[in-house]
C-alpha cells in the first residue's frame, strides 16, 4: 500500500484498469441480460472516459511537481494501447456477449490468411499504440523540461521499440513462419 501511496500514477492505471472492465461488462450485462438499452450506451460511452481520467491524474501528479518516475512513463503506454486497442476489445466482448445472451452467431476464430492478416492488423495497433505513447512521453518531457527530472520517461523509448519488435515477432512472423498449412480436401 506504501507503494501505491508514493506512486499515485500506478493507482491511476490500476484504478483505471478496474473500472475500463466494470464500465465494459456492466454495459454489455444491461444491454444483453437486462435489456437496458439506454443503460448500457451510457455505461459504454463511460469507457473511454476512464482513460481520460488516468492521463488527467497522471498531469496532476507531475503538475504538484512529482518527479516523473516509470509509472507516469507506464500511464502514457497504458493510455496509447487503451486508445487504439480499446474499440476492438469493446466489439470483442460484445461479440461474445450478444453470442450468449441474445442468439447471436457464434464469434469466429480466424484461420489461414484471415488469422495472417489479423496478426499484422494487430502489430500495426501495436505501433500505431505505442507512438501514442511516445508522443505522450515527448509531451510530458518537453513541459516538465528538467533533464534529471524527466529521465525515467526518456527510458521509456527504447522499451517502446522493445514491444514493438517482441510484437513483430511473436505476432504475425510467428504465425507466418509456424502456421499450420491447410490441406486441400481429398475427393
Same mark, same amino acid.
Request: with cysteine; hydrophobic share 55%.
Given at each position: 500500500?506504501n507503494?501505491?501511496a508514493?506512486?499515485?500514477a500506478t493507482?491511476?492505471i490500476?484504478?483505471g484498469e478496474i473500472?475500463f472492465w466494470?464500465?465494459?461488462l456492466?454495459g454489455?450485462?444491461?444491454r444483453?441480460?437486462?435489456?437496458?438499452a439506454?443503460?448500457?450506451v451510457?455505461?459504454?460511452?463511460?469507457?473511454?472516459l476512464v +482513460?481520460?481520467a488516468?492521463?488527467? $491524474? @497522471?498531469?496532476?501528479?507531475l *503538475?504538484?511537481?512529482?518527479? /516523473?518516475n516509470f509509472s507516469?512513463?507506464?500511464?502514457a503506454?497504458?493510455?496509447?494501447?487503451?486508445?487504439?486497442f480499446g474499440?476492438?476489445?469493446?466489439?470483442?466482448?460484445?461479440?461474445?456477449f450478444a453470442?450468449r445472451?441474445?442468439?447471436g452467431?457464434?464469434?469466429?476464430k480466424?484461420e489461414?490468411?484471415e488469422?495472417?492478416r489479423?496478426?499484422w492488423? +494487430?502489430?500495426?495497433?501495436?505501433? $500505431? @499504440?505505442?507512438?501514442?505513447? *511516445?508522443?505522450?512521453?515527448? /509531451?510530458?518531457?518537453?513541459?516538465?523540461?528538467?533533464p534529471?527530472?524527466?529521465a525515467?520517461l526518456?527510458?521509456?523509448?527504447?522499451?517502446?521499440?522493445g514491444i514493438t519488435?517482441?510484437?513483430?515477432?511473436?505476432g504475425?512472423?510467428?504465425t507466418e513462419?509456424?502456421?499450420?498449412?491447410t490441406?486441400?480436401?481429398?475427393?
Amino acid at each position: 500500500m506504501n507503494f501505491l501511496a508514493q506512486h499515485p500514477a500506478t493507482l491511476a492505471i490500476i484504478i483505471g484498469e478496474i473500472a475500463f472492465w466494470l464500465f465494459l461488462l456492466g454495459g454489455l450485462i444491461a444491454r444483453y441480460p437486462m435489456k437496458m438499452a439506454r443503460t448500457s450506451v451510457v455505461l459504454l460511452t463511460a469507457v473511454p472516459l476512464v +482513460d481520460l481520467a488516468v492521463l488527467i $491524474a @497522471s498531469v496532476i501528479d507531475l *503538475a504538484r511537481g512529482t518527479p /516523473a518516475n516509470f509509472s507516469h512513463g507506464l500511464a502514457a503506454v497504458y493510455l496509447g494501447f487503451s486508445i487504439v486497442f480499446g474499440p476492438s476489445m469493446i466489439r470483442w466482448a460484445d461479440g461474445r456477449f450478444a453470442h450468449r445472451f441474445a442468439d447471436g452467431p457464434k464469434p469466429r476464430k480466424p484461420e489461414g490468411r484471415e488469422k495472417i492478416r489479423r496478426e499484422w492488423l +494487430d502489430w500495426g495497433k501495436c505501433v $500505431a @499504440s505505442c507512438a501514442i505513447a *511516445a508522443v505522450l512521453l515527448l /509531451a510530458a518531457i518537453f513541459i516538465i523540461g528538467e533533464p534529471q527530472q524527466v529521465a525515467p520517461l526518456w527510458e521509456w523509448m527504447p522499451r517502446l521499440g522493445g514491444i514493438t519488435v517482441a510484437w513483430l515477432l511473436l505476432g504475425p512472423v510467428w504465425t507466418e513462419t509456424f502456421r499450420r498449412k491447410t490441406r486441400a480436401p481429398q475427393p
